[in-house]
């Protein structure tokens, strides 16, 4: 399996493989795969000749330096799970943040129409425009046909979306359903962080996730919610930072309950250090 850290480097053996008529498709991933990344990865192998999967930890992502600094960095191992899924046709793109950023550090400024305001764009500052500036210089060095993106991040992949829409970058984005452990905990690099404690307690969101949308069935929208933050209140040790039933498309907070449209239900929750989002379609 060929490892590239350079962008010049990954970019000609790119242009071999398009010389040749293959086609390219790229999983952008921070490291620390895992099963739900192994997915992506095998959607991508099922529809295109090479998949690139970018292996980076985003510095302008993140708005919390102890969170960037905890992130899990663990290039070989990652590199042998990719192994297990193919050795011939994966590329890793791994590259360091001067070959990325060469020197400034910095985000751009997007206009992603109001899609990066909502729910994690109000907790964490700055991070959409990080996702954007990488997602947007990964696209131009890597040059896919198709990128996959999983909807556990389902803000990401809308505004990726939006990205490609605006930017005209010829890539098709491949949405992909969220992959859960047994215990129906959504897959997260962050997962490997919990504590014994919060490991066992960290399934409940997805418990809560499900029940939320049985009673969005039959009660309004803001009942749903009542109970869904009196559920946190009563846990010992997880604490909700929020629960949001939205329209599925502009991801704004619903206000009536419409039969045209589709909603889903998005929520974070903080197990002691860890962060954890997940999303579950409603209707
Ligand atoms: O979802 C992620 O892992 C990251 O946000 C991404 C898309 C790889 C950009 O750094």
């Not at 330096?65 to 992130?71: P, Q, S, T």
């Not at 047994?182 to 997260?188: D, F, R």
Request: hydrophobic share 40%.
């Amino acid at each position: 399996m060929e490892i590239y850290s350079d962008k010049q480097q990954i970019t000609l053996a790119i242009n071999e493989l398009k010389a040749k008529k293959l086609t390219i498709g790229m999983v952008p991933t921070m490291g620390a795969l895992h099963q739900g990344h192994l997915q992506l990865v095998k959607k991508a192998l099922e529809e295109n000749d090479k998949v690139v999967v970018s292996i980076f930890v985003n510095p302008t992502q993140f708005d919390n330096k102890e969170d960037l600094e905890k992130y899990p960095r663990t290039l070989e191992v990652d590199v042998e799970l990719l192994k297990t899924v193919n050795k011939n046709n994966i590329l890793v793109y791994a590259p360091t943040v001067n070959d990325i950023y060469e020197g400034k550090t910095i985000s751009q400024k997007f206009d992603f129409d109001g899609l990066e305001f909502e729910m994690e764009g109000k907790f964490r500052h700055g991070h959409f425009d990080g996702v954007g500036t990488i997602v947007k210089r990964f696209f131009e060095i890597v040059k896919p046909h198709k990128a996959y993106f999983g909807e556990k991040d389902f803000q990401q992949l809308a505004i990726i979306k939006k990205l490609v829409e605006k930017y005209n970058i010829p890539v098709k984005i491949v949405g992909c359903k969220i992959h859960r452990e047994a215990n129906g905990l959504a897959m997260s690099s962050r997962n490997t962080r919990l504590k014994p404690d919060y490991k066992i307690a960290a399934p409940f969101i997805y418990k809560i996730l499900k029940t939320a949308k049985e009673k969005f069935g039959t009660k309004s929208a803001n009942k749903v919610m009542e109970w869904v933050e009196n559920q946190f209140a009563k846990h010992d040790i997880l604490e909700l930072e929020y629960f949001i039933i939205a329209d599925a498309n502009t991801l704004k907070p619903i206000k009536r309950k419409s039969n045209k449209k589709t909603y889903r239900a998005f929520i974070a929750v903080y197990a002691d250090d860890i962060r954890l989002i997940d999303n579950i379609a409603l209707n």
